[in-house]
């Protein structure tokens, strides 16, 4: 059994469109995190819920926004996509917020063409 | 949110060797410190963690020690394996990462 997991693996698409990445835990855990790994490799937190309630939102543009239907998912929608969005996009969950581990899901490499 | 800093950004050690890799926090109330593993191509996977309320944890070959006046905690890796060649990222509580540590253990 996947305990974190994301859809699609590999996403290719065109400049200009909107797609959206899910992201499903069945770990029971209240907490759900959204990061992108640019090539570089720095793994930079996008956001977090807790409870389905959005408690880290950082710097990051507005065509980016998270939906938490319920703890066990946790969706990311790209409007109007960017060169610049191109990266691996990891979803994680863990327990509690903070203070416990995390469980990454395989990652989605998002290319923009 | 915590501000986290690694260092060094790549470290390139001979096989048996032992690796160290060190992070300084800002906040002086964090309470855990965790550090991950990234093969190549993989998910980051927890290795090894410590709360404040310890110096040191070990776990085999791998260790992490906390030194809470001087905020920071540094990760241990002896008798280094080629296996042990990946991006070990350290992160704060706040589940914000360090910007990553480049391991290549040479055979």
């Known amino acids: 059994d996947t305990a974190v997991s994301q859809t699609p693996k590999y996403l290719v698409t065109q400049m200009g469109n909107d797609k959206s990445i899910k992201c499903e835990q069945n770990?029971?855990?209240?907490?759900m995190y959204w990061y992108k790994q640019d090539s570089k490799k720095f793994l930079k937190i996008m956001f977090s819920y807790n409870n389905k309630e959005l408690i880290i939102n950082e710097t990051v543009p507005n065509r980016f926004s998270p939906k938490s239907p319920d703890k066990a998912h946790l969706n990311l929608h790209i409007n109007s996509l960017e060169l610049g969005d191109s990266a691996v996009y990891f979803c994680?969950?863990?327990?509690?917020?903070?203070?416990?581990?995390?469980?990454f899901g395989q990652g989605t490499r998002l290319t923009v063409v | 949110g915590e501000n986290v800093e690694q260092h060094p950004s790549t470290l390139s050690v001979q096989e048996g060797d032992s690796a160290v890799i060190k992070c300084t926090y800002s906040?002086?109330?964090?309470?855990?410190f965790p550090w991950y593993k990234q093969e190549l191509g993989k998910r980051p996977q927890l290795i090894i963690d410590?709360?404040?309320?310890?110096g040191e944890k070990k776990d085999q070959r791998i260790a992490v020690t906390l030194n809470k006046t001087a905020k920071h905690f540094s990760l241990h890796i002896t008798e280094t394996q080629p296996e042990d060649s990946a991006v070990y990222f350290c992160?704060?509580?706040?589940?914000?990462f360090g910007a990553g540590t480049r391991l290549t253990v040479k055979p």
């Open positions: 410590i709360r404040s309320n310890v």
């Open positions: 994680a969950s863990s327990q509690l917020w903070g203070n416990t581990e995390a469980f």
């Open positions: 992160a704060g509580d706040d589940m914000r």
């Open positions: 906040d002086s109330a964090s309470n855990y």
């Open positions: 770990l029971g855990h209240d907490t």
